[in-house]
């Protein structure tokens, strides 16, 4: 309830600012007035949303079922939800973007001129793949950043490809974190070798009070448990055609960043979830997870909690609170919910006891929408609602899932598979496993 009436004040004070003609300030293109704008129709909407909501279960206590009408007024209020946060959250990152460009594009250390003359002999490779005095200048500045131990780089030339310059790569890295929920939310480690592992101590470290003089019982040794990420090689095959190089307009450097980022986090979001673990990332939902608690369940192995039926979501939010107490206390301080759009649209209907909505809407710029008072990250990669399927997770995935990145991409050219068209070969080394198996907590759509 707390929570609530913290929400309603901030929108109360925000619909007064702009009741008041407050001026919003505008940076870069973005128009911030605009995702005012879009955070006033999504408190709106949901009221909105809530009164039809209350208006179909008055309905089905009276007659058994909901009206259509009802329906299809609900179901049209659902889509314009989803599509006002969508709005938002594509807001929130253009006006992210222009504050890391006032920001001088977000860099942490100075670029060395050997990298700065490697970046540019590689987009001018990217324009002229072919020409010979092109890839001879690309090869030299690669040979330069080598001596100077700045840029991890091997073989070269169309066989084993270039490196991506760091400057480059380092845009795809942010863009894939932006792009990628499971990114957002996961541990994530550079590592220099496929072999990299982590050992977890599965009970925490013993604890004892004594005397100033007493007998210090001897250390218990420690449960360790091996943490593997497996390992795939992540790939993506961005195209131009030659016309498009040869225009001095076309910004061959973002384009090149913009496409990578987009398909390596598309297909790595898949993986981090129900990734088989065959040169790929192992996901958070592969193996066989059972309702056994955290005391006696093998490590590696997540608890689960069913919905009561069998192919549908719970008929009582008190799953959801019994899946928020499974978890320990020091996993809740951070942890959030993570599903798709759909199971998200049944989240909206739930309440309380007191009849208040359990989900609340993002009413503020950078803050996500809330479901019991947690944040909700939205995986389109996660499950639909369906028998046996688990369609939403909780908990702290910070702790609970290990992404591991190898360190550098690399790039080869292929001019000849579509005429007219000059076509990259971008791929880099990624691994991905559940890191401690008591930090994540799942929903199982059935009867037990």
Not at 88 to 103: F, G
Not at 118 to 129: C, E, H, I, Q, T
């Amino acid at each position: 309830m707390q929570m609530m009436h913290v929400m309603a004040a901030h929108f109360a004070a925000f619909s007064a600012r702009l009741a008041a003609g407050v001026v919003l300030e505008k940076k870069e293109g973005v128009d911030l007035a605009e995702l005012g704008r879009t955070i006033e129709k999504i408190g709106k909407g949901f009221e909105e949303y809530k009164s039809a909501n209350d208006r179909a279960l008055d309905e089905v206590k009276k007659g058994g079922a909901v009206d259509p009408v009802t329906k299809a007024k609900l179901d049209k209020l659902d889509a314009e939800m989803d599509a006002l946060s969508e709005l938002k959250k594509d807001l929130e990152a253009v006006a992210k973007k222009a504050a890391r460009s006032n920001l001088g594009g977000g860099e942490s250390k100075p670029v060395m001129p050997e990298q700065s003359a490697y970046k540019d002999a590689f987009v001018n490779w990217l324009r002229n793949p072919s020409d010979p005095q092109v890839q001879m200048d690309l090869k030299t500045a690669q040979k330069a950043v080598e001596a100077k131990a700045a840029q991890t780089a091997t073989t070269s030339g169309s066989a084993g490809g270039f490196a991506m310059p760091e400057q480059i790569e380092a845009t795809i890295a942010r863009l894939s974190v932006d792009i990628s929920p499971i990114r957002q939310i996961a541990t994530v480690r550079t590592v220099g070798s496929p072999d990299y592992k982590e050992l977890f101590d599965v009970n925490g470290a013993s604890f004892e009070w004594v005397g100033e003089t007493g007998t210090r019982s001897q250390t218990l040794t420690p449960d360790l448990a091996e943490v593997a990420p497996t390992f795939g090689t992540a790939s993506a095959r961005p195209r131009a055609s030659e016309e498009s190089l040869d225009d001095i307009f076309f910004d061959v450097e973002s384009w090149l960043q913009t496409s990578v980022a987009e398909a390596l986090a598309a297909g790595e979001g898949a993986a981090f979830i129900s990734g088989n673990g065959t040169n790929r990332p192992t996901g958070f939902l592969t193996g066989t997870p059972v309702t056994t608690a955290d005391a006696t369940r093998a490590f590696g192995v997540l608890q689960f909690r069913p919905s009561g039926q069998a192919a549908a979501m719970p008929t009582s939010a008190d799953v959801f609170l019994d899946m928020v107490y499974d978890l320990r206390a020091r996993y809740r301080a951070n942890a959030r919910w993570v599903t798709n759009r759909t199971v998200l649209s049944a989240l909206r209907k739930y309440k309380d006891t007191t009849g208040q909505y359990l989900w609340q809407p993002s009413l503020s710029q950078s803050q996500p929408e809330s479901f019991m008072g947690y944040a909700v990250t939205e995986a389109e990669d996660m499950p639909n609602v369906g028998a046996n399927a688990f369609p939403l997770a909780f908990g702290d995935f910070r702790e609970g899932y290990l992404i591991a990145d190898r360190v550098g991409l690399r790039i080869t050219r292929d001019d000849i598979t579509l005429p007219g068209f000059v076509q990259w070969y971008v791929r880099r080394r990624v691994g991905g496993r559940i890191r401690n198996s008591q930090a994540i907590k799942l929903l199982r759509i059935s009867a037990t």
